[in-house]
């Protein structure tokens, strides 16, 4: 790895970043490793995308809340402004995800400049390897079950609710763009690494980053934000089973499936 700090960082940031690269190499059995400055500033700026993301995705559940009460409520129906303010607000969201995957390539584009030499054997992993098949099936899944209750929700004879499955598609739909973005920039994002160590590292990130992305945070709230209370009983039931059954199959997941460090290792040992 690199054996000096990125320029943009102060030391008091960098010993706090190495501190916590310390702690995130004993958590995933690479206690041995020394936490260097090139995998603190990959770490680092990791961490603050992911909690951009997050909050992009929480705005993305505001403003189609929004949306929906601006659009739907009081006794105004069919106004299509909020709905194409809300689709051109989804499609500024997927912007400015796209903007922070380039910022996390350009810190890793720099870091790699910086390394003295290369893995003597670069890899690049697939999806198989980095999502798997179990993930990929939930992802899709999940999908599907949000789609369902949109589905149904616009087969009920009130226009309130059907509208309010306008919104829930648009959301839903977007939720899906920005993660095919992440998953899109997670693949094909270069390796940065020069030895065994910082080669299994930058494979658990990748595994890590994308069982993040596979969280279907929006997929579950959304359809409660805007149809829980408004749709029809057996409706709004529907929305609570599907979180429910989510829960327990991401459970299953996290316990039943190998650990990101068990995985990179798997992709280290077929390379």
Avoid: K
């Avoid at 490793?33 to 997050?54: D, E, F, I, K, W």
């Avoid at 739907?72 to 909020?82: A, C, L, T």
């Avoid at 149904?152 to 920005?178: C, H, K, M, N």
């Avoid at 990748?206 to 992305?213: I, N, P």
């Amino acid at each position: 790895m690199a054996h000096e700090p990125l320029p943009d960082a102060g030391p008091s940031a960098r010993a706090a970043d190495l501190r916590l690269a310390g702690e995130w190499l004993d958590r995933h059995g690479l206690s041995g490793a020394r936490p260097t400055p090139l995998l603190a500033s990959r770490l680092a700026v990791r961490g603050r995308a992911r909690l951009a993301a997050h909050l992009i995705l929480a705005v993305l559940i505001i403003a189609s809340a929004l949306a929906a009460t601006s659009a739907f409520g009081g006794f105004q129906s069919h106004r299509p402004v909020p709905l194409l303010a809300l689709t051109a607000f989804v499609a500024g969201l997927l912007l400015a995800q796209s903007l922070l995957d380039w910022w996390v390539r350009r810190v890793d584009q720099r870091a790699g400049a910086m390394l003295c030499r290369r893995a003597a054997h670069p890899i690049q992993p697939g999806w198989r390897a980095v999502l798997g098949l179990p993930y990929a099936v939930f992802a899709v899944a999940t999908f599907a079950g949000a789609m369902t209750l949109a589905g149904s929700a616009l087969a009920v004879p009130d226009p309130t609710v059907r509208q309010l499955a306008v919104v829930l598609l648009i959301g839903l739909l977007g939720v899906t763009a920005i993660t095919a973005v992440q998953l899109r920039h997670l693949l094909r994002r270069p390796v940065v690494a020069e030895d065994e160590e910082s080669l299994t590292a930058d494979v658990i990130m990748r595994v890590e980053d994308a069982r993040d992305l596979t969280t279907p945070s929006v997929q579950w709230s959304l359809p409660m934000v805007l149809l829980f209370g408004t749709a029809p009983g057996w409706l709004s039931a529907a929305a609570v089973a599907n979180v429910i059954l989510g829960l327990v199959a991401c459970v299953a997941l996290r316990v039943r499936t190998p650990s990101s460090a068990t995985v990179a290792r798997r992709v280290m040992s077929v390379r």
